[in-house]
């Protein structure tokens, strides 16, 4: 009992530091332990995720699965879970997601991969949207492991790649995903993978993150329901 009401307590500060936009985003491993919560997971999962958009911020959390949240090399040789934070191909370069989990239904309605990138710089000195898109790519290629004729291609899940870039000069959300040129339309049942950068200035009063996030859900209600959540299972990783 003592455990959960650490927990709590951490989720509540957590949560309403973000709200009232005094988190420093800067520090990463407390960036990544509050977006690795399910509870945020799920609001920002129901404002850039259209598959998902019509659910409660409840039901997206109970959607979420195991959360990865990268903090330390995978051991090459050690044993790895089908989702890993890591992604290695043999004369790649291993990378790490910050954040990666699966977002899916009991019926299998739905079934999506997300990854949520914390980004210190807007410009890091490289193109920011190449390496969200390399990010999206391989998180999407790596579901199969070996390509071969009898690859399941109908297997691959959609990928969805979050990337928060804090002390930006602009504040904007943009969207890259496939479009049908002839309809001009994108279809989210046919969309690969997305990438959505959602950039935050570092000195606004309201930035991007803290508007939506009290737009999608107003304080008071977003807090009561830390508090009220009847099942408190998700641990705050550190």
Same mark, same amino acid.
């Given at each position: ?34 977006? /690795? ?22 039901? +997206?959390?109970?959607?979420? /699965? ?24 043999? /004369? ?6 910050? +954040? ?31 390496? /969200? ?64 950068? +959602? ?40």
């Amino acid at each position: 009992m003592q455990d959960i009401r650490k927990d709590k307590q951490e989720l509540s500060n957590h949560v309403r530091r973000l709200i009232n936009s005094n988190l420093d985003l800067s520090y990463d491993t407390e960036a990544k332990n509050l977006f /690795g919560n399910k509870e945020v997971l799920s609001v920002i999962a129901k404002y850039v995720i259209p598959e998902v958009k019509d659910y409660s911020y409840e039901e +997206i959390a109970t959607m979420i /699965g195991n959360v990865n949240i990268s903090k330390e090399e995978v051991a090459v040789n050690g044993p790895i879970e089908r989702l890993e934070s890591e992604s290695k191909y043999v /004369g790649e370069k291993t990378i790490f997601y910050d +954040i990666k989990t699966t977002i899916h239904t009991n019926d299998g309605a739905i079934e999506l991969i997300l990854n949520v990138e914390i980004q210190r710089k807007a410009n890091p000195g490289y193109n920011l949207k190449m390496r /969200g898109s390399y990010y999206v790519a391989r998180a999407f290629s790596e579901q199969l492991k070996d390509i071969s004729d009898d690859a399941n291609y109908d297997k691959l899940k959609k990928v969805y790649s979050v990337w928060i870039v804090t002390n930006s000069p602009k504040e904007e959300i943009v969207k890259y995903s496939f479009m049908n040129t002839k309809t001009r339309n994108i279809d989210p049942m046919n969309d690969p993978f997305s990438l959505i950068m +959602i950039y935050m200035k570092a000195t606004s009063q309201k930035p991007c993150l803290h508007e939506f996030m009290t737009t999608a859900h107003e304080r008071e209600k977003l807090l009561k329901r830390v508090y009220q959540r009847l099942s408190w299972k998700t641990t705050i990783k550190r």
